[in-house]
């Protein structure tokens, strides 16, 4: 199997913020992004703004000099997310710019433009070929298809359907319109225990659906309106919400590395990808938490290959941390996504490690 090359800075978030932005610079020159992204090219920069409350997502104060870097070679870049299912502060445009801009993305305060990629609502979206084992076509975001460059900063945490989510979740997840999402989470409805639920009513007020009601003394899901979000697993506090890991999460990890494939083609080699080993949680920024750290700060890496990236992320995180973190947040086979990801094209599971001191 080739290898592919992984750039790795040693790093941590108490740096002192300028010393961190100049390691994000020297990853964007190592990666030859200075010398390939043409004058006026579209590049996005794709990012997970925090949902509201959560302290986890990647500073725009880090980003400074990498921005610099940037807008002296176009001045077409824009940040770019997409909306959530679920329901928060990220489910349309406007509460997810108002976001942003509080947590210092905005053109004044990070030095670009933010543009929500599928629209007012999720709507904006455009179906390309994908033709793979579960994926046929890919509903993209219209705001980053049409981009000449992608770049995707992705903080790495912990998630609780697939196991794990970097690179390849910020691609295959986070560039789908709101259908390409609900495509990607069909399938995987939870249950509900009724011997373990409390009835006390926190999921009915997450659930994004209104696919939960009271029955019997219990919560109940009700199938047919259920988009398998998984937010009632992440809210309740009691574990009486339980999935299929092995079978549900399978195959969303599946259709998420085909939708991730889907994107990476349509780059057609003008994609990057830069993770952040920061702050490391057992779940993802979506989380309205500052939420306990699972992984002692590591560094920042980065590569053109999407699947080496998050290989080369977790192989880190697991040597730092304990056992098998992330199987010890949810017992969800993470490996999956990697592994279908490499199957079909999308990158290498093999890589070079080249530490940048
Ligand atoms: S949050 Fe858990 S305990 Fe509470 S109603 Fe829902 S399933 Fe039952
Ligand atoms: S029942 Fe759970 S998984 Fe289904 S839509 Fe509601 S919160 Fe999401």
Known sequence: MKKSRVYFIPGSRKEETGALSKKFETLYLALGLDE?????????????????????????????????????????????DTNTLYVGQRSNAIDHLQLAARHGFSLEKSGLPVHIADGLIGEDDEE??????????????????????LICLSHLTGHVQTGVGGAIKNL????????????????????????????????????PAGAI???????????????????????CKFGAVKMRWGEDSSRLQEKMAEYAFTVWKHFNNQAAFINVLFQVTKDCDC??????????????LGSLDAVAVDKASVDLALKHGRKDVFRKGYDV?????LKHGAAIGLGSLEYDLIEIP
């Not at 319109?177 to 009915?204: T, Y």
């Not at 989380?287 to 920042?300: K, N, Y």
Request: with cysteine; glycine share 10%.
């Open 36 to 80: 390939s992204i043409a004058k006026d090219a579209f590049v996005a920069m794709k990012i997970h703004f925090g949902e509201k409350g959560n302290t986890g997502y990647i500073k725009p104060a880090w980003l400074k000099n990498l921005v610099h870097r940037i807008r002296q070679r176009t001045g077409r870049a824009y940040f770019t």
């Open 128 to 149: 390309i070929k994908a033709g793979l084992k579960r994926i046929k076509t890919a509903k993209i975001a219209a705001g980053i298809l049409h981009a000449d460059w």
């Open 172 to 207: 295959g997840m986070g560039c789908a319109s709101r259908a390409g999402k609900l495509e990607q989470h069909a399938e995987a409805n939870p249950r509900i225990s009724a011997k373990a639920c409390r009835n006390c009513g926190i999921c009915l007020d997450y659930c």
């Open 213 to 235: 009601v009271q029955k019997d003394g219990s919560a109940a899901i009700l199938n047919e309106k259920c988009i398998g979000c998984g937010e009632c697993l992440v809210v």
């Open 287 to 300: 989380m309205a938490a500052d939420q306990p750290v699972i992984v002692e700060d590591i560094g920042l």
């Open 333 to 337: 086979d993470w490996s999956l996504q």
